[in-house]
C-alpha cells in the first residue's frame, strides 16, 4: 500500500499526462471504418484518392498512403503523428498550404482522433460489408428468472422468434417499447400482399379470423408460401434486377423474345430453388456439366443486356457496352457494390483497383452474342416435322456409334448455331461493305478475307447466304484470293432471304485464312449477303468429300424457323477472346492484357471438392460468389428480401454496402440472418422469408402514436409494422382481383392488356399495340409486354422503370399523376365496372353494396365517417347521371347503363382509389 502511493506521488503533474498518452495509445482503440475513414472520404479523398492523387498521396488503401509522396517522404508515418507531414499540414496557419485547401479547417476533434489513430500505428480496417459473415450470439432479453421459465415477462411474451431479440435490443436503446400485433384482417393482408403480390379473399380474412390455433398464423404462410402467385410476386422483384424487356433497347427497340426466362424465374421461385443454385444457374447455366434446357434459359438473366440494331451502328461497340453492363449488373445485383466506376479508374472510396475491373471483366468476355440483328445464340425449340428431323439426326448419329460428347456438339449446333463467324468480322474488302454495318455484302469482282480457320478435321462449310442475283458463283480460296480454290458456290437466287447452305471441303490442314470471291456477270450490282459461316467436320458415318442425305436433313433443320430464345454459350479455343484495360475506360484505347481473376481484397477463388481450383470463367466465379466464406452475396440477398417487406433495407442503400452506403441500422441482425440464410436455411429462399413473416417485429401494427412517430419517423427502430404503398405491379393487380377480373393464367408469352392510344410510336417498323383477346387482358402485370422505349404508362407512372439498365431499388414518388392513373386509366374503370357489379349483388341499399365493397377492397368494415363521405359521394353522383343521360351512356354503355350503376360505378373507383387501398398497412 505504501508502495503503491509512493508511486502515485512520484508521477506528479507530468506523470499522469504521460499516463493519460498511455492509455490513447495502448486503451480503446481508434476504429478506422466507422471513426477514420468517414472524415478522410469526407475532407481527403476528393483530391487523394482512386482518382486524383495529388501530390502522389492517396489515402484510398494503406499502401499508398504510408508509401512515399512526391516529396520523397511518407506524409502518414505509422506510430508518430508529430513527424507525419499529414497532420502537420491539417495543423498549419497558412490557409495556401493547410489541408484540406480552399476548404474549413479540421475540428481540432478530430484533428486529434487523426493523430491518435497515426500514434496507434495507422492501421487500415477492412469494411464490415467485405469481412466474413460471422454469426453473431442472439441478445438476451427478459430477466434471468424468466428466461428459466419462472416468471412472466413482457419481453419473453412479445418475441416469437431471434429476429425480435434483435430488434428489441435496439428499441431498448433508443428508449422504445414494440407496438401492438396488427389485427388479423389487416395482418393477413399485408402478409398475402408481400408473399404473393394480391390481397386475400373476404373467405381467406374470415377463415384466419376464426382459427383460433396457436399456428394460425403459420398455416397461413405455408399457405401462401406454396401458392404459384409467390413466384409471380417474387418475379416482378427479379425483372427490374434483370433489366427484363420483351425489345431491345435503343433507338430501334425492336422486339426480343425472351418470355422463357421469366417463366424460368418464375418457377425458380415456386420450386424454391436455393438462392446460390439460383445465381449459378443464371450468370453460368451453359458451363454446368449436363446442362438442361432450363439451366440455359436461366443465363437468359444477361443476355437482357440491350443490342443496337439501328443502321451505322458497330456491333463491337455494342458488344463492349453489354459485357460492361454485364459487370455493372453482376455487382449491383448480388454484391451490393458500386463497381461501374472503376471502369474508368480505380474505385475512389472501397478496395478496388482499375486493373481489378478488366480482370473481372474477362469472365464475363468470352460469350458468343455480338450485338447481332439476329440475338444469336438462341436456343431453338422444334415442333412437328423438324422436331422429327432431329430425333433422326440424333438416331443417326448414335447408329453410328458416335462419341457422346460428339452426339450432344452436334445436337448443340443444331440448336444453338454455334460455334460460327459473324461475317462482320471479315476484312480485307474488295468491292464489298458491312451492308448497314451489319451483315457483309459483295458484288461481282469483290472478295474478303475470313481470317484464320483451323481446317484440319474440316470437311464441311455451313453458310447462311442470300441474293437476287442470278447466276452469281462464289469461290472459297485458301491463303489469298488468288490462292488454291477450295470450293466453288453456285449461288441461288433466294429472293433476297438468307438461306442456310452446307457443303463439303476438301482435306486441308493446319490454320489458314480463306478468301471469298464473287463472279455476278450477269447482275453487277446486286449485293450477294452473307450473314455467318461455320467450319464443322462431316456428320459421322458420311462422306468427308460428298454430300449425304443426312447432310441434306441437317440443312433442313438449319433453315427452320422455330421459336427461340437468347441464351448465353461460352467462346473457346480459336474464337476466345483476350481482354485488356481500357485506358481510362475507353474501349478502342486498350493496355495491357489481363487474365480472369476476383478483387484481391475479397476472398480468392475457390477450390473444387477434388482440391482443385475451380475454372477460370464465369461457372468459376459464380461458385466464388456462393461459397461460405464470401461476404456479400448472402447480405445482400438478405438485406433485399428485409426491404421489400419492410420498405427499406437494413442497409438502406441496397444498391451500395460499401464505405459510401449507409450503415446498417441493426447490422447484428444482418449478419446472424445471412448465416442462418447460408448454414441453417441452406440458401431457402423461402424459410429466409417465413422467418422473416413469422417474427413479431413483422406482425407489428403500422397505426403509430405521434410521439413514436415523432422519436423514429422512418420507423428506422423497427418499433412499429410496416407501412408502404404497394408496388405498380401490385397496384394494377389488386384492382383486377378484388374486381373479380384477375385471370390466374399462368406463364408463356407476353401478353397486351388494354392501354390508352398514341402510347407506342415505331417509326422503323410500324408496330402498334395489338390488344390482346379474353382473359389475357387480365393476367398479372408481370406478364404485361414491355417495350423498353414505350413501357405500360399506368406501371411506370407508379415508378417501374423502363428497364434499359439494372434498377436496385425503386424510388416512390407520390405525385397527382398517380390518382390520375386510378381514376382514368381504362383497367381501373373496367375494374370499377366490374366491382360495382359484385357490390349490386351482395347489397340491396346503396349503403349495403358500399359496405360491401369497401369490405370487398380493403377486407375491413368501414367507419362511419367514411361511409358518410361514400354514401354522399353516390348521392351526388346518381343526381348528376339521373339529369345527364348522355353520360351515363357514354360511361357504361349496354343495357345496364342506369345512373344508379354509373354512381356506384363512380364509387368502386373511388375505393380503388383511397390510399389505404394502395398501400400495405
Known amino acids: 500500500m505504501y508502495l503503491k502511493s509512493f508511486v502515485f506521488i512520484g508521477i506528479g503533474i507530468g506523470g499522469a499526462l504521460l499516463l493519460s498518452s498511455f492509455f490513447g495509445l495502448f486503451g480503446e482503440r481508434v476504429d478506422f471504418n466507422t471513426q477514420v475513414k468517414p472524415l478522410l472520404n469526407k475532407n481527403c479523398i476528393a483530391c487523394h484518392g482512386g482518382v486524383k492523387k495529388a501530390g502522389g498521396f492517396s489515402v484510398l488503401f494503406r499502401h499508398e498512403a504510408v508509401a512515399p509522396t512526391k516529396s520523397g517522404k511518407p506524409a502518414i508515418i505509422p506510430g508518430d503523428a508529430d513527424a507525419s507531414e499529414m497532420i502537420r499540414r491539417l495543423t498549419l496557419e497558412d490557409h495556401t498550404e493547410r489541408m484540406p485547401l480552399e476548404a474549413a479547417p479540421l475540428k481540432p476533434d478530430d484533428i486529434a482522433l ?90 381467406e380474412v374470415a377463415d384466419f379470423s376464426n382459427d383460433k390455433s396457436s399456428g394460425a398464423y403459420e398455416k397461413v404462410v405455408d399457405r401462401l408460401l406454396a401458392s404459384p402467385a409467390y413466384g409471380e410476386r417474387w418475379t416482378a422483384l427479379w425483372l427490374d434486377l434483370a433489366r427484363y424487356a420483351d425489345s431491345k433497347g435503343y433507338e430501334k427497340d425492336t422486339e426480343r423474345k425472351i418470355w422463357r426466362y421469366r417463366d424460368w424465374v418464375i418457377n425458380a421461385f415456386n420450386q424454391d430453388k436455393p438462392y446460390d443454385q439460383f445465381v449459378v444457374e443464371q450468370l453460368a447455366g451453359d458451363l454446368l456439366p449436363n446442362r438442361t434446357d432450363a439451366q440455359l434459359i436461366a443465363t437468359g438473366f444477361h443476355r437482357n443486356t440491350m443490342t443496337n440494331d439501328e443502321g451505322g451502328t458497330q456491333d463491337e461497340e455494342f458488344r463492349t457496352a453489354a459485357v460492361i453492363d454485364r459487370v455493372s449488373t453482376t455487382w449491383d445485383v448480388f454484391q451490393g457494390t458500386t463497381f461501374a466506376c472503376v ?56 447408329a453410328q456409334k458416335t462419341q457422346p460428347e460428339q452426339v450432344q456438339d452436334w445436337v448443340n449446333f443444331v440448336r444453338l448455331t454455334e460455334p460460327k463467324i459473324n461475317s462482320h468480322d471479315f476484312d480485307q474488302y474488295v468491292n464489298a461493305s458491312l451492308l448497314d454495318a451489319k451483315n457483309f455484302g459483295v458484288q461481282d469482282g469483290g472478295s474478303a478475307r475470313i481470317k484464320t480457320v483451323n481446317l484440319t478435321g474440316i470437311n464441311r462449310l455451313v453458310i447462311a447466304i442470300g441474293t437476287k442475283a442470278e447466276k452469281a458463283v462464289l469461290t472459297v480460296h485458301q491463303d489469298s484470293p488468288t490462292g488454291p480454290s477450295l470450293l466453288t458456290i453456285p449461288v441461288i437466287n433466294t429472293g433476297g432471304k438468307d438461306t442456310v447452305m452446307v457443303y463439303a471441303l476438301p482435306q486441308v490442314t493446319g490454320k489458314h485464312a480463306l478468301y471469298l470471291t464473287l463472279a455476278s456477270p450477269k447482275q453487277l450490282k446486286e449485293w450477294v449477303v452473307i450473314k455467318w459461316v461455320s467450319f464443322r467436320p462431316a456428320l459421322p458415318g458420311t462422306s468427308a468429300t460428298t454430300l449425304s442425305d443426312m447432310d441434306a ?19 473457346t479455343g480459336d474464337m476466345a477472346r483476350k481482354t485488356h484495360i481500357f485506358e481510362r475506360g475507353n474501349w478502342l484505347v486498350k493496355g495491357r492484357q489481363v487474365q480472369p481473376d476476383v478483387p484481391k481484397s475479397l476472398p480468392p477463388l475457390p477450390t473444387d471438392s477434388t482440391g482443385k481450383p475451380v475454372p477460370r470463367n464465369r461457372l468459376g466465379l459464380a461458385k466464388w460468389m456462393v461459397q461460405r466464406d464470401h461476404p456479400l452475396t448472402a447480405r445482400v440477398a438478405v438485406n433485399r428480401f428485409w426491404e421489400q417487406l419492410f420498405g427499406t433495407g437494413l442497409v438502406e442503400t441496397v444498391e451500395d454496402m460499401g464505405t459510401q452506403g449507409i450503415q446498417p441500422t441493426h447490422r447484428e441482425l444482418l449478419d446472424y440472418l445471412a448465416a442462418e440464410f447460408m448454414d441453417t436455411d441452406h440458401w431457402s429462399m423461402k424459410r429466409l422469408l417465413k422467418r422473416i413473416v413469422t417474427s413479431a417485429t413483422y406482425r407489428q401494427q403500422s397505426v403509430a402514436s405521434p410521439e413514436l412517430i415523432a422519436e423514429d419517423p422512418f420507423n428506422t427502430w423497427l418499433a412499429r409494422g410496416p407501412r408502404v404503398r404497394l408496388t405498380a405491379e401490385q397496384v394494377r393487380d389488386q384492382a383486377l382481383a378484388v374486381s373479380g377480373l384477375l385471370s390466374h393464367k399462368r406463364l408463356g408469352p407476353s401478353v397486351k392488356p388494354i392501354q390508352p392510344e398514341g402510347i407506342w410510336q415505331s417509326p422503323y417498323n410500324g408496330e402498334s399495340w395489338q390488344l390482346s383477346e379474353g382473359e389475357d387482358q387480365y393476367r398479372r402485370a408481370i406478364y404485361t409486354y414491355w417495350k423498353r422505349t414505350a413501357p405500360y404508362p399506368s406501371m ?115 375505393l380503388l382509389n383511397l390510399d389505404e387501398t394502395i398501400t400495405k398497412e
Request: charged residues 25%; glycine residues 4%; hydrophobic residues 35%.
Open 114 to 203: 487523426l493523430r491518435k489513430w497515426i500514434d496507434q500505428g495507422a492501421d487500415w480496417g477492412d469494411h464490415w460489408a467485405y469481412t466474413r459473415i460471422e454469426k453473431p450470439d442472439v441478445p438476451a432479453i427478459g430477466t434471468f428468472w424468466s428466461r428459466l421459465g419462472l416468471r412472466n415477462n413482457a419481453e419473453l411474451d412479445w418475441a416469437k422468434n431471434d429476429i425480435d431479440h434483435f430488434t428489441l435490443q435496439k428499441m431498448k436503446e433508443q428508449s422504445l417499447l414494440p407496438s401492438p400485433q396488427a389485427d388479423r384482417a389487416t395482418l393477413l393482408r399485408r402478409v398475402s400482399l408481400d408473399l404473393t403480390g394480391l390481397p386475400p379473399t373476404e373467405q
Open 553 to 571: 436433313k441437317l440443312q433442313a433443320i438449319l433453315n427452320a424457323k422455330p421459336e427461340s430464345t437468347p441464351v448465353l454459350v461460352e467462346a
Open 343 to 398: 471502369q474508368c479508374h480505380s474505385h475512389p472510396y472501397d478496395p478496388f483497383t482499375h486493373e481489378e475491373y478488366y480482370k473481372y471483366l474477362a469472365f464475363f468476355n468470352n460469350t458468343r452474342d455480338e450485338d447481332v440483328q439476329s440475338d444469336t445464340p438462341t436456343l431453338r425449340f422444334f415442333k412437328d416435322q423438324d422436331s422429327v428431323r432431329v430425333a433422326e439426326l440424333k438416331t443417326w448419329l448414335i
Open 796 to 910: 411506370t407512372t407508379f415508378d417501374s422503370p423502363s428497364r434499359e439498365f439494372c434498377q436496385v431499388r425503386r424510388i416512390r414518388t407520390n405525385t397527382p399523376l398517380q390518382a390520375l392513373v386510378t381514376l382514368n386509366d381504362p383497367v381501373f374503370i373496367e375494374s370499377a365496372q366490374s366491382l360495382a357489379t359484385l357490390m349490386q349483388q351482395r347489397g340491396k341499399t346503396p349503403e349495403q353494396q358500399i359496405k360491401a365493397g369497401f369490405r370487398q377492397v380493403t377486407q375491413r368494415d368501414a367507419s362511419p365517417q367514411k361511409m358518410a363521405v361514400l354514401l354522399k359521394l353516390y348521392q351526388q353522383s346518381a343526381t348528376y347521371y339521373e339529369q345527364h343521360p348522355a353520360d351515363t351512356q357514354t360511361f357504361l354503355g349496354g343495357a345496364n347503363a342506369t345512373p344508379q350503376v354509373a354512381a356506384l360505378t363512380v364509387t368502386a373507383n373511388t
